[in-house]
Every structure is written in structure tokens, then in C-alpha cells.
């Protein structure tokens, strides 16, 4: 990724889940569970449903790997939404 921070993706071959270890996040030190992601083949249609369901998302992020949104649950659990970029 650059700059030192570290993307590892570990998923089995035709399997829709996947594990991703990330160092950049502050809030996200080594083992714990915060940023839980969930992917999504119509972001933007996803996130204006959730905020009319009351779910406060975050601004949609464009990143050179995708397009992400985020939201903290009641419990201060975090969850990413990411839509992948087209190879």
C-alpha cells in the first residue's frame, strides 16, 4: 500500500468471504474486530436506504481499491461497506 501501511487479504478460491488484515486504521490494533466489512455491488444505493433507516453512514470514500462507507453500531462496533473497483 505505501507509506508503511500493510493490506493482507485472505479468502479460499470461489468463496464470497474473505479476512483482511489491515495496519492503518488507529482504532484497529492487532486482533481486535473493529472495521468489519461487508461488500456490496450497488454502494450508493445501499447507504441512502441505510440512512433512511436511521443508520448515520459515512461519506462515500473513493480509493484506488474501492469505494467504502462506514457506520458504528449501538454496541460501538464498526462496519465498512466496500463496493470493489472493476479490474
Known amino acids: 500500500m505505501g507509506n508503511g501501511q500493510t493490506w493482507v ?3 479460499l478460491p470461489g468463496t464470497e468471504t ?3 488484515l489491515v495496519n492503518w486504521f488507529p482504532k484497529m490494533p492487532a486482533g481486535c474486530i ?3 466489512v461487508i461488500g456490496s455491488e450497488d454502494i450508493a444505493k ?8 436511521g ?3 459515512s461519506e462515500l470514500q473513493n480509493t484506488p481499491w474501492g469505494i467504502f462507507s462506514h457506520f458504528t453500531d449501538p ?3 464498526g ?3 466496500h463496493q470493489s473497483r472493476a479490474m
Open 79 to 81: 462496519w465498512m461497506l
Open 46 to 53: 445501499e447507504v441512502k436506504e441505510l440512512n433512511a433507516k
Open 18 to 20: 474473505s479476512i483482511t
Open 55 to 57: 443508520i448515520k453512514m
Open 34 to 36: 473493529e472495521g468489519l
Open 75 to 77: 454496541d460501538g462496533n
Open 9 to 11: 487479504q485472505l479468502g
